[in-house]
């Protein structure tokens, strides 16, 4: 399936990421780690859609493809082939922004 015209699909670094967080308003955060990752702590409003779900396509499928979406995991693998995913499917606008502790270390908010 070609991309859409339309659509913003990329790797963004984690300074570009706390810019997005701060000024997207519809922004959609998606931790693509395990429940046991997510505990330890996650970005401030970020909804856990754990990869290694059998369902994970599936959830992926119900999700709104006209928002924005910040998709990140631990190191980068598993958020990389989420965007991938979402591309194909005809997501609008998806950032990878890769890994938590970069995400942390560059101040986004976390919670746990």
């Known amino acids: 399936m070609p991309a859409v015209a339309d659509q913003e699909v990329k790797t963004i670094s984690s300074e570009e990421a706390g810019t997005l967080v701060a000024s997207e308003k519809e922004l959609v955060i998606l931790d693509v780690r395990t429940p046991e990752e997510f505990t330890k702590g996650h970005l401030k409003n970020a909804t856990l859609l754990n990869k290694y779900e ?19 995991c631990a190191s980068g693998g598993r958020s990389g082939e989420t965007k991938a995913l979402m591309q194909t499917l005809g997501f609008k606008k998806v950032y990878d922004a890769k890994g ?9 908010p976390v919670e746990q």
């Open 100 to 108: 938590f502790e970069d995400l942390k270390a560059a101040g986004l």
């Open 54 to 72: 059998p369902d994970f396509e599936a959830r992926i499928k119900t999700l709104d493809r006209e928002k924005p979406y910040l998709v990140y």
